[in-house]
């Protein structure tokens, strides 16, 4: 809640003006380079499709009662949506650390909360929008059912909030590239690799059962497969709280150190 007087206006409530200027910004900033934003996750994950499925003979293969490539298809289209999530908030504010132009951000009439919506917002739509061009690309090659659209929308929804709230905390964080890039390669990527995304949870030993059962990565993947192919290794249930609980954490926590200014105006 904000009561802001500029040049005469009073700007009360919600700046919704300024949010969704915000908003444009932040979703013209990856469409405005879609090849490296968009096209070149896709490939990315067309490549870990076809070396799955060719080097590591995937489609002889299968999970249960599904087929292996099915099985994989949602993990893969997952990991990507969360990745350039992740990657479109860090990037944001991080560039406008290191280029000094972070004042163009604090200086409008913005709250904590604007601020921060607009940021998750950004990294949300890039996520979704990367996921979706995947998801197309890949149902030329596999054919591609929709078991339970709630479970797809619900969990692809949670987990590019996650991790456009975690980029939006590292981005804080962060100092300079170096930083954001120890975020990526010792948080994001080890855990997204640990996830079942490219393999079945029950394939494991007993210990490494029970902490993959604990990573907030493989219940928003479990729950998108799901969603796909009726099959999940998870309790659905117990995932969804995991991950809003995991949210509004975060949430929390960027909208603390946007209030405090943490790294920001100091």
Sequence with gaps: MIKVNLQGKTISGVNWQGLK??????????????TQTIVAPVIT????????????????RS?????????????LIMMTMVQNAFANT???????????????LLMPPLSAGELLTGFLIGGVLRGLIVG????????????????????????????TMMLSA???????????????????????????????????????PPFWQFLGHY???????????????GYSEGDLLFGFALLVIINAGLFF?????LKTGYKIKS
């Design 21 to 34: 200027t915000l908003i444009q910004k932040e979703v013209g900033r990856f469409t405005a380079v879609y």
């Design 215 to 229: 990573n907030p990565f493989f219940y928003m993947i479990d729950g998108f497969r799901y969603g796909f192919t």
């Design 132 to 159: 979706l061009v995947a998801g197309i690309v890949i149902a030329f090659f596999i054919p591609m059912q929709i078991y339970n659209i709630g479970a797809i929308v619900v969990f692809a929804i949670l987990g």
């Design 63 to 75: 999970v249960g009662d599904t087929p292996y490539m099915l099985f994989l298809a949602p993990g």
């Design 90 to 104: 860090s990037s944001s504010i991080v560039i406008a650390k290191v280029q000094g132009n972070i004042v163009d």
């Design 45 to 60: 994950t067309l490549m870990y499709y076809a070396v799955f499925a060719l080097a590591f003979g995937g489609v002889a």
């Design 253 to 257: 926590l960027c909208y603390r150190m």
């Design 166 to 204: 975690l980029g939006t905390a590292g981005g804080i964080w962060s100092q300079k590239f170096d930083h954001i890039a120890a975020v990526t390669n010792f948080v994001v990527t080890p855990l997204t690799f640990l996830s079942g995304t490219f393999y079945s949870m029950n394939t494991l």
